[in-house]
Protein backbone atom coordinates (compact mmCIF):
# COMPACT_ATOMS: atom_id res chain seq x y z
CA UNK A 1 0.00 0.00 0.00
CA UNK A 2 1.14 3.45 -0.44
CA UNK A 3 2.47 5.80 2.05
CA UNK A 4 0.15 8.56 2.61
CA UNK A 5 1.45 12.13 1.46
CA UNK A 6 -0.66 14.81 3.06
CA UNK A 7 1.36 17.21 1.07
CA UNK A 8 0.23 15.81 -1.99
CA UNK A 9 -3.48 16.56 -2.52
CA UNK A 10 -5.36 15.97 -5.26
CA UNK A 11 -7.74 18.22 -6.93
CA UNK A 12 -11.39 16.61 -6.45
CA UNK A 13 -13.06 19.28 -7.96
CA UNK A 14 -13.69 17.54 -11.40
CA UNK A 15 -14.64 14.47 -9.74
CA UNK A 16 -17.76 12.36 -9.75
CA UNK A 17 -18.97 10.49 -6.90
CA UNK A 18 -21.92 8.02 -6.38
CA UNK A 19 -22.77 7.35 -2.67
CA UNK A 20 -25.07 4.16 -2.35
CA UNK A 21 -26.43 3.86 1.65
CA UNK A 22 -29.67 3.20 3.28
CA UNK A 23 -28.83 5.66 5.57
CA UNK A 24 -30.10 9.05 5.15
CA UNK A 25 -28.20 10.57 7.72
CA UNK A 26 -25.11 8.63 6.53
CA UNK A 27 -25.81 9.58 3.27
CA UNK A 28 -26.05 13.33 3.94
CA UNK A 29 -22.96 13.06 5.91
CA UNK A 30 -20.57 11.71 3.15
CA UNK A 31 -22.38 14.46 0.80
CA UNK A 32 -21.15 17.28 2.54
CA UNK A 33 -17.52 15.48 3.65
CA UNK A 34 -16.81 14.75 -0.16
CA UNK A 35 -18.27 18.67 -1.00
CA UNK A 36 -15.86 19.63 1.93
CA UNK A 37 -12.77 17.62 -0.87
CA UNK A 38 -14.24 19.67 -3.59
CA UNK A 39 -16.31 17.11 -5.20
CA UNK A 40 -19.00 18.86 -7.08
CA UNK A 41 -20.86 16.18 -8.49
CA UNK A 42 -22.02 13.97 -5.67
CA UNK A 43 -24.86 11.41 -6.39
CA UNK A 44 -26.50 10.00 -3.56
CA UNK A 45 -29.20 7.17 -3.29
CA UNK A 46 -30.51 5.66 -0.94
CA UNK A 47 -31.57 2.20 -2.92
CA UNK A 48 -30.06 -0.40 -5.67
CA UNK A 49 -32.46 0.43 -8.54
CA UNK A 50 -31.81 4.18 -9.14
CA UNK A 51 -28.10 3.59 -8.28
CA UNK A 52 -28.04 0.88 -11.46
CA UNK A 53 -29.51 3.48 -13.70
CA UNK A 54 -27.03 6.10 -13.11
CA UNK A 55 -24.59 4.00 -12.93
CA UNK A 56 -25.45 2.44 -16.63
CA UNK A 57 -25.61 6.29 -18.10
CA UNK A 58 -22.69 8.92 -16.05
CA UNK A 59 -19.10 8.31 -16.01
CA UNK A 60 -18.09 8.07 -12.32
CA UNK A 61 -14.74 8.60 -10.55
CA UNK A 62 -15.36 7.07 -7.15
CA UNK A 63 -18.28 4.95 -5.98
CA UNK A 64 -19.04 4.47 -1.68
CA UNK A 65 -21.25 1.80 -1.20
CA UNK A 66 -22.55 0.19 2.03
CA UNK A 67 -22.91 -3.62 1.42
CA UNK A 68 -25.15 -4.50 4.85
CA UNK A 69 -27.91 -1.78 3.00
CA UNK A 70 -31.20 -3.25 3.10
CA UNK A 71 -30.19 -6.88 4.64
CA UNK A 72 -26.95 -6.35 2.61
CA UNK A 73 -28.31 -5.98 -1.01
CA UNK A 74 -25.21 -4.03 -1.08
CA UNK A 75 -23.28 -7.03 -1.44
CA UNK A 76 -25.17 -7.91 -4.79
CA UNK A 77 -24.88 -4.44 -6.08
CA UNK A 78 -21.35 -4.34 -5.63
CA UNK A 79 -20.81 -7.35 -7.54
CA UNK A 80 -23.83 -6.45 -10.62
CA UNK A 81 -21.56 -3.17 -11.04
CA UNK A 82 -18.18 -5.17 -11.10
CA UNK A 83 -19.94 -7.22 -13.85
CA UNK A 84 -20.92 -4.60 -15.93
CA UNK A 85 -18.81 -4.91 -19.10
CA UNK A 86 -20.73 -2.20 -20.96
CA UNK A 87 -19.37 0.25 -19.03
CA UNK A 88 -16.31 1.55 -18.17
CA UNK A 89 -17.63 1.96 -14.52
CA UNK A 90 -17.26 -1.54 -13.43
CA UNK A 91 -13.27 -0.51 -13.08
CA UNK A 92 -14.18 2.55 -10.84
CA UNK A 93 -12.84 2.49 -7.28
CA UNK A 94 -15.05 1.42 -4.53
CA UNK A 95 -14.59 1.73 -0.78
CA UNK A 96 -16.80 -0.18 1.22
CA UNK A 97 -18.49 1.57 4.24
CA UNK A 98 -19.57 -0.79 6.98
CA UNK A 99 -20.65 0.17 10.20
CA UNK A 100 -20.31 -3.42 11.71
CA UNK A 101 -16.83 -4.38 10.31
CA UNK A 102 -16.31 -8.40 11.40
CA UNK A 103 -13.69 -10.02 9.91
CA UNK A 104 -16.34 -12.14 7.60
CA UNK A 105 -17.66 -8.28 6.01
CA UNK A 106 -14.52 -7.50 5.33
CA UNK A 107 -13.76 -10.68 3.59
CA UNK A 108 -17.38 -10.59 1.97
CA UNK A 109 -16.23 -7.05 0.42
CA UNK A 110 -13.17 -8.16 -0.70
CA UNK A 111 -14.52 -10.76 -2.97
CA UNK A 112 -16.92 -8.58 -3.86
CA UNK A 113 -14.83 -5.96 -5.67
CA UNK A 114 -14.32 -3.56 -2.99
CA UNK A 115 -11.06 -1.44 -3.36
CA UNK A 116 -10.78 -0.52 -0.03
CA UNK A 117 -13.18 -1.37 3.37
CA UNK A 118 -13.72 1.47 5.99
CA UNK A 119 -15.55 1.35 8.79
CA UNK A 120 -18.54 3.67 10.18
CA UNK A 121 -18.51 6.10 11.13
CA UNK A 122 -15.44 7.85 9.24
CA UNK A 123 -13.45 10.44 9.97
CA UNK A 124 -12.97 13.09 6.82
CA UNK A 125 -8.83 12.58 6.98
CA UNK A 126 -9.44 8.61 6.72
CA UNK A 127 -12.30 8.79 4.01
CA UNK A 128 -9.40 11.78 1.95
CA UNK A 129 -6.64 9.09 2.78
CA UNK A 130 -8.25 5.63 1.34
CA UNK A 131 -9.21 7.92 -1.59
CA UNK A 132 -5.52 9.35 -1.84
CA UNK A 133 -4.32 5.71 -1.92
CA UNK A 134 -6.75 4.30 -4.06
CA UNK A 135 -5.57 7.34 -7.21
CA UNK A 136 -1.71 5.84 -6.74
CA UNK A 137 -2.53 2.42 -6.46
CA UNK A 138 -1.91 0.49 -9.55
CA UNK A 139 -3.70 -2.98 -8.82
CA UNK A 140 -4.80 -4.47 -12.28
CA UNK A 141 -8.09 -5.10 -12.97
CA UNK A 142 -9.06 -9.26 -12.82
CA UNK A 143 -12.27 -10.34 -14.41
CA UNK A 144 -12.16 -14.25 -13.79
CA UNK A 145 -15.24 -16.88 -13.73
CA UNK A 146 -15.68 -16.22 -9.86
CA UNK A 147 -14.35 -12.68 -9.57
CA UNK A 148 -14.47 -9.61 -10.81
CA UNK A 149 -12.38 -6.38 -9.26
CA UNK A 150 -9.15 -5.10 -8.33
CA UNK A 151 -5.94 -7.23 -8.19
CA UNK A 152 -6.41 -8.95 -4.37
CA UNK A 153 -2.50 -8.97 -4.22
CA UNK A 154 -0.86 -6.25 -2.90
CA UNK A 155 2.74 -7.25 -2.94
CA UNK A 156 4.78 -9.19 -6.03
CA UNK A 157 5.82 -12.03 -3.84
CA UNK A 158 6.04 -14.33 -6.72
CA UNK A 159 4.19 -17.72 -7.11
CA UNK A 160 3.61 -20.13 -4.26
CA UNK A 161 6.81 -22.74 -3.44
CA UNK A 162 6.53 -25.37 -6.41
CA UNK A 163 5.23 -23.42 -8.47
CA UNK A 164 5.07 -21.77 -11.86
CA UNK A 165 4.92 -18.04 -12.22
CA UNK A 166 1.69 -16.99 -14.39
CA UNK A 167 3.14 -13.27 -14.73
CA UNK A 168 6.38 -12.43 -16.46
CA UNK A 169 6.75 -9.76 -13.32
CA UNK A 170 6.94 -12.93 -10.85
CA UNK A 171 9.62 -12.82 -8.29
CA UNK A 172 12.54 -15.87 -8.37
CA UNK A 173 11.48 -18.57 -6.33
CA UNK A 174 15.05 -18.86 -5.17
CA UNK A 175 15.28 -17.21 -1.47
CA UNK A 176 19.32 -16.91 -0.02
CA UNK A 177 19.96 -17.71 3.34
CA UNK A 178 18.67 -15.48 6.13
CA UNK A 179 21.76 -12.97 7.64
CA UNK A 180 20.74 -13.20 11.28
CA UNK A 181 19.39 -15.15 13.45
CA UNK A 182 15.18 -15.67 14.29
CA UNK A 183 14.04 -13.24 16.59
CA UNK A 184 12.77 -15.48 19.51
CA UNK A 185 9.08 -15.27 20.67
CA UNK A 186 9.96 -12.75 23.82
CA UNK A 187 11.22 -10.63 21.12
CA UNK A 188 8.02 -10.80 18.61
CA UNK A 189 5.71 -10.33 21.64
CA UNK A 190 7.83 -6.69 22.78
CA UNK A 191 7.73 -5.42 19.19
CA UNK A 192 3.49 -5.92 19.48
CA UNK A 193 3.28 -4.95 23.07
CA UNK A 194 0.87 -1.80 23.40
CA UNK A 195 2.91 1.09 24.46
CA UNK A 196 2.05 4.21 26.08
CA UNK A 197 2.83 7.36 23.78
CA UNK A 198 4.21 10.42 25.62
Wanted: proline residues 8%; charged residues 25%; negative net charge.
Amino acid sequence: MPAFNPSARINMRGASVMVVDSNQQALDVMRQTLMGFGVRAVYGFEAAEPAKALFAERSLDLIIIDPLMDERKGFDLLRWMRREESTTNHAAPVIAAIGHNTMANVAASRDAGANFVVAKPLSPETLLQRIEWIARENRQFVIAPNYAGPDRRFKNEGPPAGMEGRRSGDLPLDVPDAAEPNMSQFEVDELLKPRKVM
